[in-house]
């Protein structure tokens, strides 16, 4: 079992300031009348782009684990703006393209690892999200009041294909999508979307005027996660993060095709390949049920996932042996013991408990997050 932090990833959509209760205060002093830095996720887990360091203050968890013996990785994730809308490959694609770019040098590096990557998303503040597709009728009535070159989008939602819609749309003209972007919150409500779904819209062209990707995101359906609420995305979905708070679990990889709203690499051909639009993203409420020794427990196992999550509050609860665990102290400390070891945990720390150790019981005052592998 290593007590390790979290890794802090300083991406531009990132809350400033956003994660310091997590990682145990500003790290440096913010002088008077300044902003601090944007702060966008926490990393827990061995991916060699963002490894865990031991809480120690020497070294990582590379260190002393390989990747195979930390299949999970858990994120606290803090978004002040939208994320792009990204597709995650699945496994045959992933291994496929990684293997392809790895042994020819002229290709472009679009992939970290050769894994699929699939992901759920548990608020720990309520949390506006774009994930999978919106009903196309819909979708074809709020291209058709954007008008113009979006209309055609409408034409082929209409016919039946998402993939070619979402093509055209990001070839719409520069000149033509500052004129367009901007339409598309008032369109939305003149066509019906609701008004989370509005505001949402209203946030992402606010965010990226002039981004093709704002046409796109009106494919995609919305939903706002109340606080404990989860949605899983299975790799081939399509999905943005727009603005919130909240620990994301997955598989430990970090691959991400993207289809705008970002400054980085659009990779539509690569994206749209494994784009799945027969999948549909598993959203999971987060009702507490009472736990035996006191406290609530809330239990999410989605369906064909790798991995199951346990978010425990003010209470013990059991992870039994036979999996790498993770355990993440979200709020107060968080007691964690196996095997006559035990350590404490303060905000913001986790433990990596890898497979072949025993049972493990977590206690806390606070919120604690367990991230469990799970066999497929």
């Given at each position: 079992m290593h007590r390790i932090a979290g890794y802090l990833q300083n991406y531009a959509w990132g809350i400033p300031g956003g994660l310091a209760a997590w990682r145990g205060g500003?790290?440096?002093?913010v002088p008077a009348g300044t902003t601090p830095a944007?702060?966008?996720?926490?990393?827990?887990?061995?991916?060699?782009?963002?490894?865990?360091?031991?809480?120690?203050?020497?070294?990582?968890?590379?260190?002393l684990v390989t990747a195979q013996d930390a299949?999970?990785?858990?994120?606290?994730?803090?978004?002040?703006?939208?994320?792009?809308?990204?597709?995650?490959?699945?496994?045959?694609?992933a291994a496929r393209n990684f293997a392809a770019q790895e042994a020819d040098p002229s290709l472009p590096k679009l992939l970290a690892d050769g894994l699929a990557k699939t992901e759920?998303?548990?608020?720990?503040?309520?949390?506006?999200?774009?994930?999978?597709?919106?009903?196309?009728?819909?979708?074809?009535?709020?291209?058709?009041?954007?008008g113009g070159s979006a209309q055609g989008g409408a034409d082929l939602l209409d016919a039946g294909d998402p993939k070619g819609a979402i093509r055209l749309l990001l070839a719409v003209d520069p000149a033509e999508l500052s004129e367009l972007t901007p339409k598309v919150a008032a369109a939305a409500a003149a066509a019906g979307l609701g008004t989370a779904g509005v505001e949402a819209l209203a946030t992402v062209a606010g965010n990226y005027p002039g981004d093709a990707g704002v046409l796109v995101a009106v494919l995609?359906?919305?939903?706002?996660?109340a606080e404990g609420d989860a949605v899983y995305v299975p790799a081939g979905v399509v999905h943005a993060y727009v603005s919130g708070t909240g620990v994301e679990v997955m598989t430990?990889?970090?691959?991400?095709?993207?289809?705008?709203?970002?400054?980085?690499?659009?990779?539509?051909?690569?994206?749209?390949?494994?784009?799945?639009?027969?999948?549909?993203?598993?959203?999971?409420?987060?009702?507490?049920?009472?736990?035996?020794?006191?406290?609530?427990?809330?239990?999410?196992?989605?369906?064909?996932?790798p991995f199951i999550v346990d978010w425990i509050g003010d209470g013990s609860f059991t992870a039994i042996a036979g999996d790498y665990r993770l355990v993440l102290a979200v709020s107060s400390s968080v007691t964690v013991a196996t095997g006559?070891?035990?350590?404490?945990?303060?905000?913001?720390?986790?433990?990596?408990?890898?497979?072949?150790?025993?049972?493990?019981?977590?206690?806390?005052?606070?919120?604690?997050?367990?991230?469990?592998?799970?066999?497929?």
């Amino acid at each position: 079992m290593h007590r390790i932090a979290g890794y802090l990833q300083n991406y531009a959509w990132g809350i400033p300031g956003g994660l310091a209760a997590w990682r145990g205060g500003s790290d440096e002093a913010v002088p008077a009348g300044t902003t601090p830095a944007p702060e966008a996720e926490l990393w827990y887990g061995a991916h060699v782009n963002g490894p865990s360091p031991l809480a120690s203050g020497s070294g990582s968890l590379t260190d002393l684990v390989t990747a195979q013996d930390a299949p999970v990785l858990v994120k606290l994730l803090a978004a002040a703006r939208p994320l792009s809308i990204q597709i995650h490959p699945p496994s045959d694609q992933a291994a496929r393209n990684f293997a392809a770019q790895e042994a020819d040098p002229s290709l472009p590096k679009l992939l970290a690892d050769g894994l699929a990557k699939t992901e759920m998303l548990i608020a720990v503040r309520p949390f506006s999200v774009l994930q999978g597709m919106r009903d196309p009728k819909l979708a074809a009535a709020i291209l058709r009041k954007v008008g113009g070159s979006a209309q055609g989008g409408a034409d082929l939602l209409d016919a039946g294909d998402p993939k070619g819609a979402i093509r055209l749309l990001l070839a719409v003209d520069p000149a033509e999508l500052s004129e367009l972007t901007p339409k598309v919150a008032a369109a939305a409500a003149a066509a019906g979307l609701g008004t989370a779904g509005v505001e949402a819209l209203a946030t992402v062209a606010g965010n990226y005027p002039g981004d093709a990707g704002v046409l796109v995101a009106v494919l995609m359906d919305q939903r706002v996660l109340a606080e404990g609420d989860a949605v899983y995305v299975p790799a081939g979905v399509v999905h943005a993060y727009v603005s919130g708070t909240g620990v994301e679990v997955m598989t430990a990889s970090d691959n991400v095709l993207r289809l705008g709203l970002t400054p980085k690499t659009i990779a539509v051909d690569e994206a749209l390949d494994a784009l799945d639009p027969s999948l549909t993203p598993q959203p999971m409420s987060g009702e507490p049920t009472p736990l035996p020794s006191g406290g609530t427990h809330r239990h999410y196992a989605p369906a064909g996932a790798p991995f199951i999550v346990d978010w425990i509050g003010d209470g013990s609860f059991t992870a039994i042996a036979g999996d790498y665990r993770l355990v993440l102290a979200v709020s107060s400390s968080v007691t964690v013991a196996t095997g006559g070891t035990e350590i404490v945990l303060s905000q913001g720390q986790a433990a990596a408990v890898l497979a072949d150790e025993g049972d493990v019981l977590v206690t806390t005052t606070g919120a604690a997050v367990i991230a469990r592998s799970a066999a497929q």
